[in-house]
């Protein structure tokens, strides 16, 4: 094999390789660290609300509109929701359901009673919620319920009962931490609930339960009352459409304008990150051709020793080995340089945005490196085939 390599060697480009090397270099870069900045940045505009899909806007009437004050009702009627189904720029709508009953609650942490009020539940078709639906179902005669608290709530606890009485804050790894006793009335009965806490919520003034517990309990407690949504969850195709607010503002209805300016910032950067990577791959595809011209050449220059060594016995996979070991080599140390680029760049821009936000997880570089492995074998067969290919048709 060392005789094969010194014999086949002679003609190597080393200028040809290395502006391979570089352009392939600059392309992975410029992909892994679109992605991997794209998965860092994100939660700093979907955290507030994780545990709701993408995409999704929280749609009520205006208050205070003339409409409003001449009589007319802040619920959706059954023809409103057709009305906004058949728009172009709506895939889904979801109702809100409310509780018809009194709800008395007591919140805890660590058994130390923080705050004891009256709330009221309201619940979304489960495909609306992003959260596995074994830990989001209530099977009627549990009292176990999973709940999704308002983060005002928390707030609250943090940054001022958690203060004045020395006790620790909690942040969104520790929800398990607080207790939630509820004792729900109506119908002549009352009975009494515990909430298990999936997740917080940002957008939500009220508590979230499973739809199949909105509809067991007002069965109980409140069977004769039958009320329609004052708010609607809706998916939407863009959130960056002007399409959407200009038909709202038209119909009298108003939208979580943080939630939509969030969505909006989501899609460009989506958008943005999406034509980064697309301007790496193009690099990496262009560096690949130069890979390939610069072996198609290096086999052309040795074209009649490539057939002597055929021709004495060497198998044409032995005789591509070289060029095949070649290729891959400087594939393997692209990628390696590739990741060890991005891994520092993360670090220089994660201090930034942890530093303006605190609470957002460190994440993972893993991700960026299964798919700079990926991209290295989808390469590596290509070059690898193609080497063997042009020797055995010589």
Same mark, same amino acid.
């Given at each position: ?21 570089? !352009?392939?270099? %600059? ?17 700093? %505009? ?22 409003? =004050? ?36 007591? =919140? ?84 009494? %609930? ?10 939500? +003034? ?10 067991? +309990? ?29 038909? =709202? ?78 290729? !891959? ?5 692209? =990628? ?10 993360? +670090? ?8 303006? %936000? ?6 993972? #570089? ?24 042009? #020797?055995?048709?010589?």
């Amino acid at each position: 094999m060392k005789l094969l390599w010194k014999l086949l060697r002679q003609h190597i480009s080393i200028g040809q390789f290395c502006g391979f090397a570089f !352009a392939n270099l %600059f392309g992975m870069i410029i992909v892994l660290a679109g992605f991997q900045f794209y998965n860092d940045v994100l939660p700093v %505009f979907t955290s507030e609300d994780s545990f709701m899909k993408a995409d999704y806007l929280m749609v009520s009437k205006r208050i205070g509109t003339t409409a409003t =004050l001449s009589g007319r009702s802040s619920t959706f009627s059954t023809n409103d929701i057709e009305q906004l189904k058949e728009q172009s720029f709506i895939k889904k709508i979801g109702q809100f359901t409310s509780t018809n009953y009194k709800i008395d609650a007591r =919140l805890g942490v660590g058994g130390q009673q923080i705050l004891n009020t009256e709330i009221y539940f309201e619940s979304v078709p489960d495909e609306f919620v992003d959260i596995n639906l074994r830990d989001w179902h209530y099977t009627p005669g549990d009292k176990v319920i999973p709940i999704i608290l308002p983060r005002t709530y928390i707030n609250m606890y943090n940054f001022g009962f958690a203060q004045t009485h020395s006790l620790p804050q909690i942040s969104e790894g520790l929800t398990g931490m607080i207790d939630v006793h509820m004792m729900a009335h109506g119908n002549g009965r009352q009975q009494e %609930f515990i909430g298990k806490v999936v997740a917080l919520s940002g957008s939500l +003034s009220s508590v979230l339960v499973p739809q199949s517990f909105m509809e067991w +309990s007002n069965k109980e407690f409140a069977p004769e009352d039958d009320t329609m949504p004052t708010r609607l969850l809706i998916e939407v195709t863009n959130p960056a459409d002007e399409k959407i607010t200009s038909y =709202l503002d038209d119909q009298g209805l108003e939208i979580e304008s943080d939630k939509l300016n969030a969505e909006k910032t989501t899609y460009f950067l989506r958008m943005v990150v999406t034509l980064v990577m697309v301007v790496g791959l193009i690099i990496s595809i262009l560096s690949f051709y130069i890979l390939m011209l610069s072996i198609y050449l290096l086999v052309q220059k040795n074209t009649r020793k490539l057939q002597n060594l055929i021709l004495i016995g060497y198998s044409t996979n032995k005789v591509a080995m070289p060029y095949q070991l070649l290729t !891959a080599g400087l594939n393997i140390a692209v =990628l390696l340089i590739s990741i060890a680029v991005v891994a520092m760049l993360r +670090s220089y821009y994660m201090g930034i945005v942890q530093s303006l %936000f605190p609470e957002i997880n460190s994440g993972t #570089i893993l991700y960026s490196m299964i798919l700079g492995v990926i991209l290295l074998l989808i390469v590596t067969v290509i070059n690898v085939t193609a080497i063997r290919n042009k #020797i055995r048709h010589l």
